[in-house]
């Protein structure tokens, strides 16, 4: 019985995040996510396995284009083992707070959700893992630090369990 109420706990604990996107919403400085991503960005981060060992390094340039409903984001990613990835978003905003993104490579439609510094987005992302495309659900943070410097965390799960963390520093031109 102890090792079932343990296992109980540890389950619970594991699927416990209470952080939500209106958490920040009087916070400061406020993150408009199409405004932000306007123009040049560049992008430096690792990715951790679930056990927080970093296993790839990347630095990104982003450039996006806001046509005052909806932002192409093009995304190149030049990863330390020499892959090349590019992602093409089109995010569009449904109001002040709320915003839908698709992608080539993204299952459906990714959910966006901005409060204060906050911009929090999730999706379902295929990856390409020896040679096969793997779904993986992307929960995905950006925390504005100031007018320049972006910070995001993204923690990946497969059937519900974490198998991976990105984090990633942005810096606006």
Known sequence: ??????TFFIVLAGCANNMKPTDFKDQKPKLIIENYLSGSVKAWGIL???SG???RSFSA???????GKKLILDEKFNWSDGEIQTRQWQIKKI????YEGTAGDVVGTAKGFSYGPA??????LLVPVKGK???ITFDD??????????????TMKKFGFKVAELTVMFFKD
Do not use: C, P, S, T
């Not at 911009?119 to 379902?124: I, Q």
């Not at 943070?141 to 993204?154: L, P, T």
């Open 1 to 6: 019985m102890k090792k079932l109420l343990i």
């Open 48 to 50: 951790q396995n679930r």
């Open 53 to 55: 060992k970093v296993i």
């Open 61 to 67: 340039d982003l450039n996006g284009k806001w046509d």
């Open 95 to 98: 109001d002040d707070h709320n």
């Open 119 to 124: 911009f929090k987005f999730e999706y379902v």
């Open 133 to 135: 495309k793997i779904e």
């Open 141 to 154: 943070w950006i925390f504005k630090q100031d007018e320049k410097v972006a910070i995001n965390r993204a």
